[in-house]
Each structure stands twice: as C-alpha cells, then as structure tokens.
T-cell receptor, first 118, second 112 residues
Framework: ETGVTQTPRHLVMGMTNKKSLKCEQH?????MYWYKQSAKKPLELMFV???????ENNSVPSRFSPECPNSSHLFLHLHTLQPEDSALYLC?????????????????FGPGTRLLVL | SQKIEQNSEALNIQEGKTATLTCNYT??????LQWYRQDPGRGPVFLLL?????KEKRKERLKVTFDTTLKQSLFHITASQPADSATYLC???????????FGSGTRLSIRP
C-alpha cells in the first residue's frame, strides 16, 4: 500500500444524500489531487490543492465541493449527485505541484472510493 | 484539438516476450511524460518518468522512449511475466498549462 489512504472504499448513495470522501497522506507532501475514473475513460483531474490552497478547478459541477483543512487531509463533499457521477474517485499527492521547483513530480495515489449513485 | 491516445485497449502476449505499449499525443507541449501501472480495484502506481529532452529511460525490465518529433512514447516490458498483467496508463504533464492528462490505458495480459 502507498502512504495515501482513502475512506470509505465503497459508497452507495441516493441522489438526495450528502456524503463526504476522505483522503489522508502520510508522506509529508504539499500537493493533493482529486481524480474521477469512469469505466473505459481516462482519469479526469478534478481539483488540485497546494499547501491547502486550491490552485485548479477543472470545470467540475458544484455538487462536488472539495475541502483541504491541512496539507495531510483532503475531503470531497458530495451533494445531490447524478447516476452518471458513479465512478472510482482517486486521491493523489505529490511533494510539490507538477511543474514546481523540481520541474517534475511523481504522484502517489490512494486505493480510491468506488461510488455508486442510485 | 488536444488528445492523448493509447492505441491498444488490450494487448495479449506470451510469457517471455517483450510487450510494447504506445502513447501518442497531439497539440500538447509536454514537459515530461509518465507511465503508471493500475491493478483492478487499486490506484495507479508510478513506474517511470521521461523528460521532453530525454530519448530513453530504463528501470530493470522496463524501458520508456520518447520521440517529440513523432509525438509518441513507447513503453516496453522485456521478459514479460504473468505478474506484469495489469492496465498501464501514460500521463503527460503539459508545460504550457501546468496540467496532467492521462491516456485511457492499455490492459496487458501475459499468458503463461
């Protein structure tokens, strides 16, 4: 296992529910990411945080709301989701941003949360 | 339009042979490109990184090449083993937009 954990691993929710996904990294990294992975589709970057500040939001619907209370924790709050939002949600971290001081970065992914919206 | 493509959705080869996976891109300015391995029910795991000014990188049985003229990266696994069976993802970090774009992956199966 990597140093990135995600809970829950599986989640089933109705369209009117509110739920949250949690990610924690134990690597001392400064950057954290949320991705969506749907069947037969590429990984889609949703949000990027650096030192607890959001630096990227890739046109994600407002029913997804990220929160980064500190550099080790990242949340994705879910509200009034649609069935097409069913997917694997992956969290990742890296020492710094992808084009930071080092010029290159490796991302470490968590195991993901498998979400089913009914 | 911008796109990144992994040409084969699935690839089946005999154990011991070399597996070659392809990643092509258009209308990106890559700073570097990465290859990841993903097993079912797990997150991707980083394998290799190659910069835009590098031609080739190796790590044990793995080799990556990068041809910015052809706009293509090749990923090779030599002496393949059934344990190498997984989905392999290429990911490009674009220098102009500071963003990462993933290919849809190639599912590799190594038969004994």
């Amino acid at each position: 296992e990597t140093g990135v954990t995600q809970t829950p691993r599986h989640l089933v929710m109705g369209m009117t529910n509110k739920k949250s996904l949690k990610c924690e990294q134990h690597l001392g990294h400064n950057a954290m990411y949320w991705y969506k992975q749907s069947a037969k589709k590429p990984l889609e970057l949703m949000f990027v945080y650096s030192l607890e500040e959001r630096v990227e939001n890739n046109s994600v619907p407002s029913r997804f709301s990220p929160e980064c209370p500190n550099s080790s924790h990242l949340f994705l709050h879910l509200h009034t989701l649609q069935p097409e939002d069913s997917a694997l949600y992956l969290c990742a971290s890296s020492q710094d941003l992808l084009l930071g001081l080092a010029g290159e970065e490796t991302q470490y992914f968590g195991p993901g949360t498998r979400l089913l919206v009914l | 339009s911008q796109k990144i493509e992994q040409n084969s959705e699935a690839l089946n080869i005999q154990e011991g042979k070399t597996a070659t996976l392809t990643c092509n891109y258009t209308n990106y300015s890559p700073a570097y490109l990465q290859w990841y391995r993903q097993d079912p029910g797990r997150g991707p795991v980083f394998l290799l990184l190659i910069r835009e000014n590098e031609k080739e990188k190796r790590k044990e049985r793995l080799k990556v090449t990068f041809d910015t003229t052809l706009k293509q990266s090749l990923f090779h696994i030599t002496a393949s083993q059934p344990a190498d069976s997984a989905t392999y993802l290429c990911a490009l970090v674009d220098s102009s937009a500071s963003k990462i774009i993933f290919g849809s992956g190639t599912r590799l199966s190594i038969r004994p």
